[in-house]
């Protein structure tokens, strides 16, 4: 079974900084996916970016970065020149690649961006 | 596209009552998704569908609980009878599915469920 764990449930930064967010899982699967999704206070569940496990190169989407240590089991968010905007629950998530690709999440970051 | 498409956004109900929640995925999609988010147990899925088909619906609380998927282009979940511990925001999401290959999961705008 797959397990996804953030042991930061809440985290505060000053616009413009620099913030990770922490996240490990355990897997005995050998291909999978990692993921981590926005939900900001409408509500929705919006995809910010997506590692594949079999890739060693980390993934980024702008000002959004992952550092995916598969030895490690750990897969952090680092996002750069925070703003306003991005202040949401982040979750963590996994899937493997064959079968179900039903998505496993974590419990949860509240990220707070102060102006 | 419209997105992902779920009614009622929100609905309250007395314990008891029967509860039915709708959900249109993105068309051409073949996967379907009911997750559940609760701040006790977080985000967790319910059941998910594969051409129509329930795959895995080991999430499924009880058998008070039911979800079909009649056609490609709609599902539901139902609750009868509700009881006040449903309480939760449930979301439908949809992907395309094709052996080996992630298809990226499109979240719908979740119901919040309240049962007194």
């Known amino acids: 079974a797959q397990t996804v764990t953030q042991s930061q449930p809440e985290m505060s930064v000053q616009e413009a900084e620099t913030v990770t967010l922490s996240c490990t899982y355990d897997t005995s699967e050998n291909n999978y996916y990692l993921f981590w999704y926005k939900q900001p206070p409408s509500r929705q569940m919006i995809l910010v970016i997506r590692q594949e496990a079999y890739k060693q190169q980390n993934a980024t989407e702008n000002r959004f970065s992952v550092n995916f240590q598969k030895a490690a089991k750990s897969f952090s968010l680092k996002i750069s020149d925070s703003q306003l905007g991005d202040t949401a629950m982040y979750f963590c998530a996994s899937t493997k690649i064959q079968g179900a690709q039903k998505l496993v999440f974590g419990q949860g970051t509240r990220l707070t961006i102060n102006p | 596209d419209a997105g992902v498409i779920q009614s009622p956004r929100h609905e309250v109900t007395e314990m008891g009552q029967e509860v039915t929640l709708r959900c249109k995925p993105i068309?051409?999609?073949?996967?379907l998704f009911w997750y559940r988010q609760t701040m006790m147990r977080g985000l967790e899925l319910l059941i998910y569908?594969?051409?129509?088909?329930?795959?895995?619906d080991s999430g499924m609380p009880e058998d008070r609980f039911s979800a079909k998927m009649p056609n490609a282009s709609f599902s539901t979940l139902k609750i009868q009878p509700s009881e006040p511990r449903d309480s939760a925001v449930y979301f439908c999401a949809s992907s395309f599915y094709s052996g080996g290959k992630l298809g990226e999961q499109y979240f719908g705008p979740g119901t919040r469920l309240t049962v007194t």
């Open positions: 068309s051409g999609h073949n996967s």
């Open positions: 569908f594969n051409n129509n088909v329930p795959i895995d």
